[in-house]
């Protein structure tokens, strides 16, 4: 059985920068897709950036050059490193796992931008 945990959020100033960590549990972390999604009060769950098992990275248009994605197979955690941060990023940022028809979420982490 598949575990997501995220870790890493908080409350940061506009300009800041945010590392957040999803820690898996389970035996297909190294052969999965990876990917970071977000959640506004009132939105819908939109991706950020994916990474899949060989490394290549995408990302949506709206974080591109500030966000990136990336994977540690031996630790079995996917990072995702938040630079120049601004008040539209604040969200619940939730990791998720997907291999074959699998959908895996973690509970999510709130990132909060705000001065």
């Known amino acids: 059985q598949v575990q997501l945990v995220e870790s890493g959020g908080g409350l940061v100033q506009p300009g800041g920068s945010l590392r957040l960590s999803c820690a898996a549990s389970?035996?297909?972390?190294?052969?999965?897709?990876m990917g970071w999604y977000r959640q506004a009060p009132g939105k819908e769950r939109d991706l950020v950036a994916v990474?899949?098992?060989?490394?290549?990275?995408n990302y949506a248009d709206s974080v591109k050059g500030r966000f990136t994605i990336s994977r540690d197979n031996d630790r079995k955690k996917v990072y995702l490193q938040m630079n120049s941060l601004k008040p539209e990023d604040t969200a619940v940022y939730y990791c998720n796992l997907h291999w074959d028809r699998l959908d895996v979420w973690g509970q999510g982490t709130l990132v909060t931008v705000s001065s």
């Open positions: 990474i899949t098992r060989g490394g290549s990275t």
């Open positions: 389970g035996s297909i972390f190294s052969i999965a897709a």
